[in-house]
């Protein structure tokens, strides 16, 4: 059995394979959501199979908690983006104002 682990320092502290940066959610994404073959994922990350039924395990034992992280993460990704949108917004008003004569 392969262990998930969790530190702050890495991938913002989402439960990952331990040795590895490779999160659970990574590998639910992949396996449950993209419908990828397991096996071909945990060779593409050089990882045993059961790493990837392990990381499975852990997402469906934790998926309430999964879901929550998702949902921050989410949340988040759509902050950034707006954000993001804005600072766009204000460079371009910048930029029209000084090429103005």
């Given at each position: 059995?392969?262990?998930?682990?969790?530190?702050?320092?890495?991938?913002?502290?989402?439960?990952?394979?331990?040795?590895?940066?490779?999160?659970?959610?990574?590998?639910?994404?992949?396996?449950?959501?993209?419908?990828?073959?397991?096996?071909?994922?945990?060779?593409?990350?050089?990882?045993?199979?059961?790493?990837?039924?392990?990381?499975?395990?852990?997402?469906?034992?934790?998926?309430?908690?999964?879901?929550?992280?998702?949902?921050?993460?989410a949340e988040?990704?759509?902050?950034?983006?707006?954000?993001?949108?804005?600072?766009?917004?204000?460079?371009?008003?910048?930029?029209?104002?000084?090429?103005?004569?």
């Amino acid at each position: 059995m392969v262990a998930i682990v969790t530190d702050s320092d890495i991938r913002s502290g989402d439960p990952c394979i331990e040795g590895t940066r490779i999160s659970v959610l990574d590998i639910k994404r992949r396996v449950i959501d993209g419908d990828e073959d397991p096996f071909e994922v945990a060779a593409e990350y050089d990882l045993d199979g059961a790493a990837v039924f392990d990381a499975l395990a852990y997402y469906y034992d934790n998926a309430e908690a999964m879901r929550e992280r998702e949902a921050e993460a989410a949340e988040r990704r759509q902050e950034i983006q707006q954000e993001s949108a804005d600072l766009r917004e204000r460079l371009d008003e910048t930029d029209a104002a000084e090429s103005e004569p």
